[in-house]
Structure formats: C-alpha cells, structure tokens
C-alpha cells in the first residue's frame, strides 16, 4: 500500500457561512469523536502525517428519503484534528455531495472535512447508511490483508471521485457491507467504517482494531 498526504480539499467546494448545528444534533458524533480521540484513531500528532490533524466523523441528518447526491449529513470540519474535544461550532452541514463532479455543496460555521466526498459516496451508495468514521490506524492498516479487510486500489489517494468510486465499487459486495470496515491503500492507516447508526460503525471500527492488535507479538 502507498502513502499520502492529509487535511487538503481536493474538491470543488461551495460553501457558505452558516449557524452550528442544533447540540441534540452532534451530542453522539462528539461522544464517539472523543473515544475515537482518546484511542488515538483521529486526533493530532506531530509525529504523524507531518503534524496536520488526521480522521473524521459524520451522520445522516433528515430527511433521509431523496437523490442520492442530496442526502445531507453533519461532519466535523476541516483540520479540527488537533482539539481534544468538539462542539456543534465545529461540525458544518453537507447538503449535497456529487462525487462524479467532485462537488461538495456545504453551509455552516466551518468548511467541511476534506473526506467529505468519501463519506458521500457511502451516504449515495445506501440509504440505510446513517453514520460513517474515517480514522487512521497503523495496526489495522498494516493487517488488512491478514484479516482479509476490503482495501481500495493503493494507487487512488483520499478525497478524490477516484476513492469515492473505490467505496461505492467495495460497498457492491455483501461481504463488505457485512464487514463494516473499508481499508484505504493509498492513504496511509485510512480505515473508514460505517453502519445504520454510530454505535454500529463506531463498534466496527474498535472490533477491526482489537483484531489487528491480537496479531501483534
């Protein structure tokens, strides 16, 4: 697997200035980012990635029917890897995503993560999808074919329509869909994890590390 660098939009971006979301809104998605901080999964580290903030959080936000392309979802915003805890002025709203198109159409209080167009192309490819989780973890990264994870093609780097075709492509098949766990070959310790709710994509993340980690001497 090949190596890239983080935190820089790659895609064609919209965005406008916007209120924070409601708490009630991003109260579970702080929750989990905070666990996913404390296990080192996203965060800040100025020993990795050459010192720029790593992974990211969203959800599905109503209404859940409609286009593909025009399934809203909340995420945290760019670069805000680095703050030990996450509050509603740092999450902004998607409210369209054209992976095809590279096109992000974003409004709130910060500009959205520049894996928003990943975490799109999940929401496009099945609408029972509610919550997706891109961290960076060197253990499941480096086990993924031991474990017979899902990668996407080393040669496709992050945030492109490439990586969001290399989602939607793995997602076709049920085994992965069961396996709630995708492995990014060509961004270094990627793993995006998702499910019908946060506790399921985040479960899946923490069971593929505890499984990776078993295979440590």
């Known amino acids: 697997m090949s190596r890239a660098a983080d935190g820089v939009i790659k895609f064609d971006l919209v965005h406008s200035d916007g209120v924070p979301p409601a708490w009630d809104e991003v109260a579970g998605l702080c929750a989990w980012r905070q666990i996913l901080y404390r296990l080192g999964l996203v965060g800040l580290d100025p020993k990795r990635y050459g010192g720029v903030g790593y992974g990211n959080l969203s959800c599905r936000v109503g209404p859940f029917a409609g286009e593909p392309a025009e399934r809203r979802f909340l995420i945290t915003g760019t670069q805000t890897g680095g703050l030990a805890r996450l509050n509603s002025e740092h999450f902004t709203l998607v409210r369209q995503c054209h992976p095809a198109r590279n096109r992000v159409v974003s409004e709130g209080p910060v500009r959205p993560s520049s894996e928003a167009l990943t975490h799109g192309a999940l929401?496009?490819?099945?609408?029972?999808?509610?919550?997706?989780?891109?961290?960076?973890?060197?253990?499941?990264?480096?086990?993924?074919?031991?474990?017979?994870?899902?990668?996407?093609?080393?040669?496709?780097?992050?945030?492109?329509?490439?990586?969001?075709?290399?989602?939607?492509?793995?997602?076709?098949?049920?085994?992965?869909?069961?396996?709630?766990?995708?492995?990014?070959?060509?961004?270094?310790?990627?793993?995006?994890?998702?499910?019908?709710?946060?506790?399921?994509?985040?479960?899946?993340?923490?069971?593929?590390?505890?499984?990776?980690?078993?295979?440590?001497?």
């Open 123 to 217: 929401y496009g490819a099945d609408h029972q999808i509610r919550a997706v989780f891109h961290a960076h973890s060197p253990e499941i990264w480096q086990a993924a074919l031991a474990l017979g994870l899902p990668v996407t093609d080393h040669r496709v780097v992050y945030g492109t329509p490439e990586m969001a075709a290399e989602m939607r492509r793995l997602y076709a098949d049920p085994a992965v869909r069961d396996c709630g766990v995708i492995v990014m070959g060509g961004h270094e310790d990627g793993v995006v994890s998702f499910g019908p709710g946060l506790e399921t994509a985040g479960q899946a993340l923490i069971r593929t590390l505890a499984r990776a980690m078993a295979l440590i001497r």
